[in-house]
């Protein structure tokens, strides 16, 4: 077996990510990496790197059978798509960072890699620099992930940390985030969730066999949170973080979420403040593991497309084990949650569907519960993300079945709600 290939690499984008990837390749000559042609949208545009290189023609590199390696880094997700089928098809190797891109198109990416048996890698997707994904293919080849929990964008933790540290609203630290280049001039893929949502979709799959679109995915972003939220989970000891969680039940089902919570000061998660990122994995016998990195970056992401490069040298593909090799799990919406729910005005809260309400604040004017609710009264609803309302999880939100019977059913009235 040829162990040590050398790699004639087809670059797709030179921006953040592409030139990182070009600078970080000339500091790497022990990879027998080479770049022989980047293929950008402009051609006008003024680069660090001799013009000869530089074309817009991607048949340039798709056509040319010496390059055996396409590294896709644009920011389209439609000829993302096509870049990488058309590479695959033609036998080449694919690393890629583009996860919305991964996460709309994963099923037909999946047939590509069984049908072409080309190697289709896209560590630098998710959380960048942190190695998340070859971890759960490798490391956790088993069925004893009990649960996953992951601030997976940058954006959005930069403008809780800022809220939180600093007490700015949202605005102003979203305007701070911009100002500093940790958020997109039209920051709504990351601040209504999308961004974080598209990367939880694929990290399912490798976490535990699950194929999902996003649109089945209960997610949401940070942009309904409250200066008064932030208020009230100060006074309780927590954070918040727009978490992206999947946890095992009893009954072997998995529930998983993207969803914004109270995170408590012993949890891992509170130390991944800013523009960092961090994954908490439990599983059987090895109990807790912290991964913490940059989650995005020029050299942080080009970093893990240098992995991924590497690992092409011994012939490296995922072998999607928890999809193949085992009984993949099933998502399950049959559970219940514990949230904070705070709220301009009750007649937009459906408090009749709550099996328990444990808080009730209705002293200012903004007013606030903790209660106890079923997934399925969340999912596919839009009261809870209208009308000013704003959800947080609490910490440990997921209640199962047999132990919502445990809970004391508190009547409305006790709450003082009616
Ligand atoms: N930035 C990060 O920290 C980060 C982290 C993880 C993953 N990612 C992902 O990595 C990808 C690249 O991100 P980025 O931040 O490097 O984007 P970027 O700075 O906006 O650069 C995009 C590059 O793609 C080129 N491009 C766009 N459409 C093209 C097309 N149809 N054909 C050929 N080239 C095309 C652009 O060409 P021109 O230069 O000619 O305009 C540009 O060079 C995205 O999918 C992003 O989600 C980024």
Same mark, same amino acid.
């Given at each position: 077996m040829e162990t040590h290939k050398q790699l004639t690499i087809g670059l797709f984008g030179f921006g953040v990510v592409g030139e990182g990837l070009y600078k970080v390749l000339q500091q790497t000559p022990s990879l027998k990496a080479t770049i022989k042609k980047v293929c950008i949208k402009h051609a006008g545009k003024k680069r660090e790197a001799p013009a000869e290189l530089f074309?817009?023609?991607?048949?340039?590199?798709?056509?040319?059978?010496?390059?055996?390696?396409?590294?896709? @880094?644009?920011? %389209?997700? +439609?000829?993302?798509? %096509?870049?990488?089928?058309?590479? !695959?098809?033609?036998?080449?190797?694919?690393v890629s960072a583009s996860k919305k891109?991964?996460?709309?198109?994963?099923?037909? /990416?999946l047939q590509l890699q069984k049908e072409t048996n080309a190697s289709l890698l896209y560590e630098a997707a998710a959380c960048a620099s942190i190695p998340v994904i070859r971890n759960l293919e490798e490391y956790y080849d088993n069925d004893l992930l009990h649960s996953i929990?992951?601030?997976?964008? +940058?954006?959005?933790?930069?403008? !809780?940390?800022?809220?939180?540290?600093?007490?700015? *609203? =949202?605005?102003?630290?979203? !305007?701070?985030?911009?100002? &500093?280049?940790?958020?997109?001039?039209?920051?709504?893929?990351?601040?209504?969730?999308?961004?974080?949502?598209n990367k939880w979709a694929f990290l399912l799959t490798h976490a535990y066999g699950i194929v999902v679109k996003i649109d089945d995915l209960v997610f949401s972003g940070?942009?309904?949170?409250?200066?008064?939220?932030?208020?009230?989970?100060?006074?309780?000891?927590?954070?918040? #973080? &727009? @978490?992206?969680?999947?946890k095992k039940l009893a009954n072997g089902k998995v529930a998983a979420f993207v969803l914004p919570q109270f995170i408590r000061q012993d949890d891992h998660?509170?130390?991944?403040?800013?523009?960092?990122? *961090?994954?908490?994995?439990?599983?059987?016998?090895?109990?807790k593991q912290f991964f913490y990195g940059k989650g995005a970056g020029s050299f942080p992401t080009a970093s893990a497309v240098l992995s991924d490069l590497s690992a092409l040298r011994y012939e490296y593909k995922y072998e999607y084990k928890k999809l193949y090799h085992h009984t993949p799990h099933e998502l399950t919406d049959d559970f219940y949650i514990r949230v904070y729910l705070s709220f301009d005005d009750l007649k937009y809260i459906p408090t009749e569907r709550f099996q328990a309400i444990e808080?009730?604040?209705?002293?200012?004017?903004? #007013?606030?519960?903790?209660?106890?609710?079923? =997934?399925?009264?969340?999912? +596919?609803? *839009?009261?809870?993300?209208?009308?000013?309302?704003?959800?947080? /999880?609490?910490?440990?939100?997921?209640?199962?079945?047999?132990?919502?019977?445990?809970?004391?059913? #508190?009547?409305? %009235?006790?709450?003082? /709600?009616?």
């Amino acid at each position: 077996m040829e162990t040590h290939k050398q790699l004639t690499i087809g670059l797709f984008g030179f921006g953040v990510v592409g030139e990182g990837l070009y600078k970080v390749l000339q500091q790497t000559p022990s990879l027998k990496a080479t770049i022989k042609k980047v293929c950008i949208k402009h051609a006008g545009k003024k680069r660090e790197a001799p013009a000869e290189l530089f074309t817009t023609d991607r048949d340039v590199i798709l056509n040319d059978p010496d390059i055996n390696v396409v590294v896709e @880094v644009i920011n %389209e997700s +439609g000829p993302a798509f %096509e870049i990488v089928s058309r590479a !695959l098809r033609s036998g080449k190797s694919v690393v890629s960072a583009s996860k919305k891109m991964i996460a709309e198109h994963l099923p037909e /990416l999946l047939q590509l890699q069984k049908e072409t048996n080309a190697s289709l890698l896209y560590e630098a997707a998710a959380c960048a620099s942190i190695p998340v994904i070859r971890n759960l293919e490798e490391y956790y080849d088993n069925d004893l992930l009990h649960s996953i929990r992951a601030i997976v964008n +940058g954006s959005t933790n930069f403008i !809780l940390t800022k809220m939180f540290e600093e007490k700015l *609203g =949202f605005q102003e630290a979203l !305007l701070l985030a911009q100002q &500093l280049g940790f958020a997109e001039s039209d920051p709504s893929l990351d601040v209504k969730g999308y961004d974080a949502a598209n990367k939880w979709a694929f990290l399912l799959t490798h976490a535990y066999g699950i194929v999902v679109k996003i649109d089945d995915l209960v997610f949401s972003g940070i942009d309904h949170i409250q200066a008064g939220d932030a208020e009230v989970a100060r006074e309780k000891h927590f954070d918040i #973080k &727009l @978490v992206a969680q999947a946890k095992k039940l009893a009954n072997g089902k998995v529930a998983a979420f993207v969803l914004p919570q109270f995170i408590r000061q012993d949890d891992h998660l509170v130390f991944v403040k800013n523009e960092f990122n *961090g994954v908490v994995i439990e599983s059987g016998f090895a109990d807790k593991q912290f991964f913490y990195g940059k989650g995005a970056g020029s050299f942080p992401t080009a970093s893990a497309v240098l992995s991924d490069l590497s690992a092409l040298r011994y012939e490296y593909k995922y072998e999607y084990k928890k999809l193949y090799h085992h009984t993949p799990h099933e998502l399950t919406d049959d559970f219940y949650i514990r949230v904070y729910l705070s709220f301009d005005d009750l007649k937009y809260i459906p408090t009749e569907r709550f099996q328990a309400i444990e808080e009730w604040h209705a002293d200012s004017d903004r #007013k606030y519960l903790i209660g106890v609710i079923h =997934f399925q009264d969340i999912k +596919g609803q *839009g009261w809870w993300r209208e009308n000013g309302t704003s959800l947080v /999880l609490t910490p440990d939100p997921i209640i199962e079945d047999m132990d919502v019977r445990k809970l004391k059913k #508190k009547s409305l %009235e006790l709450a003082g /709600l009616i």
